[in-house]
T-cell receptor, first 116, second 113 residues
């Protein structure tokens, strides 16, 4: 089974609107971390936000927030007030801390296009 | 400046010719990792290292070797490259295995003919 599933290969959003990128994960590890990364066309990987499995509150970093629904095993990224510079590939990732010795798993990514 | 560096950034080689991609970090991080990125597959972990002399396989270790003799360096070795190892490779590091942030290098684009 896929550890990380991103079901939206591509999305469009109007500038200044909010957008949600979906991510579901599969693990039996009680301790894990969830990450979102941005990859612009230039190719570098940029860390956006982190959520620990024991964190009670949803993580937020500026315009980014992670909608963590543990029972549903989902970790959606919400970008508020989209900007043209947000156009990029976005990857959801998970690190399993206990049973799998800190291995990382990435989804296949969502390509976001922000329209002016 | 805190960073992860990789060399070379681009490499074209031929099947069977051994190569090494270097990775170095200047943040005194314990955890380092190698990934390959292929279209439609996202990133897949090749090997990772929890600390000096401690390495373990990721999801796709076949055809690769690593070593961690010093904390700052984590080279990726392809003993006998094959065309299916043509890919974009990233090295990454974090303060510890449970670190909240993983810093990535700029990537190495490898073409095996």
């Amino acid at each position: 089974a896929q550890k990380i599933t991103q079901t939206q290969p591509g999305m469009f959003v109007q500038e200044k609107e909010a957008v949600t990128l979906d991510c579901t994960y599969d693990t039996s590890d009680p301790s894990y971390g969830l990450f979102w990364y941005k990859q612009p066309s230039s190719g570098e990987m940029i860390f956006l936000i982190y959520q620990g499995s024991y964190d009670q509150q949803n993580a937020t970093e500026g315009r980014y927030s992670l909608n963590f629904q543990k029972a549903r095993k989902s970790a959606n990224l919400v970008i508020s007030a989209s900007q043209l510079g947000d156009s990029a590939m976005y990857f959801c990732a998970m690190r399993e801390n206990a049973y799998n010795f800190n291995k990382f798993y990435f989804g296949s990514g969502t390509k976001l296009n922000v329209k002016p | 400046e805190a960073q992860v560096t990789q060399n070379p950034r681009y490499l074209i080689t031929v099947t069977g010719k051994k190569l090494t991609v270097t990775c170095s970090q200047n943040m005194n991080h314990e955890y380092m990792s190698w990934y390959r990125q292929d279209p439609g597959l996202g990133l897949r972990q090749i090997y990772y290292s929890m600390n000096v002399e401690v390495t373990d396989k990721g999801d796709v270790p076949e055809g690769y070797k690593v070593s961690r003799k010093e904390k700052r360096n984590f080279p990726l070795i392809l003993e006998s490259p094959s065309p299916n190892q043509t890919s974009l490779y990233f090295c990454a590091s974090s303060l510890s295995a449970s670190g909240e942030t993983q810093y990535f290098g700029p990537g190495t684009r490898l073409l095996v003919l």
